[in-house]
Every structure is written in structure tokens, then in C-alpha cells.
């Protein structure tokens, strides 16, 4: 978990950094929310693969280096999609609004009666 902080603390700046200076063919998000599809889906196949290994040395940068991709991929995301939200309002209450529930479903995501069944 200590992994995940540093390197999320690290790699967000610079994301935030070039994916506002990036601007493609495709439009100027595209091509990160592809690039995070990639490094989650990877990632979580790596992560969950149940890969053994013999050496133990091996084995921890194995899922140092698989945790690093999701957190490149997760960030991305997360920094595209937030950049997003000055795009489709101007007002600046409508976007604090629409902050306050992206962040209210992602908090109570885990606690829905789909969800709640699983934590007991």
C-alpha cells in the first residue's frame, strides 16, 4: 500500500503535467483514457494471474512492477476524467456541484445494496 502512495504522488504531477500539454488527432484525453485501459486491464491480469515464482526477490518486483502499471493506469483516469469537469460547465457552482457527487458516489459505491452483501 506504501508502493501505491509514493508512486500515485509521484506519477500524478507528471500526468497532469503532460496530459494538459497533449493534444492529438484523436482530441486531447483520448489517447490517456486508452493508454489507462490498457495498463489497468494489464495489470489487474497480472496481479491476479497467480504467476509463482521461486525466487522471492523476483516475485516482489513482479508485483511492485504490476502495482506501479495500475497506479500509472488509475491515475491517468482519474486526472483526465477530473479535467473534464471545467469543460462541461462554466458556472462555477455547477461545477462544484458536479464535483460533490462524483465524489458522494464514490464514496458510498462501496455501502449499495449490491455492494453491502459483500462486506459482511
Known sequence: MLINE???????????????????????????????IFSIAISNLLLYSGFKFENE??????Y??????????????EINHMSLVPALTCSRKR?????VFRTNSTICAPFSPLQ?????
Open 6 to 36: 509514493v508512486v500515485d504522488g509521484v506519477l500524478t504531477p507528471i500526468i497532469g503535467y503532460f496530459s494538459g500539454k497533449c493534444d492529438t488527432r484523436i482530441g486531447k484525453r483520448k489517447p490517456w483514457y486508452i493508454a489507462s
Open 57 to 62: 526477490q523476483l516475485e516482489k518486483l513482479f
Open 64 to 77: 511492485i512492477s504490476a502495482t506501479v502499471l495500475f497506479c500509472f493506469g488509475f491515475a491517468t483516469m
Open 95 to 99: 461545477r462544484v456541484t458536479v464535483l
Open 116 to 120: 453491502a452483501t459483500s462486506l459482511f
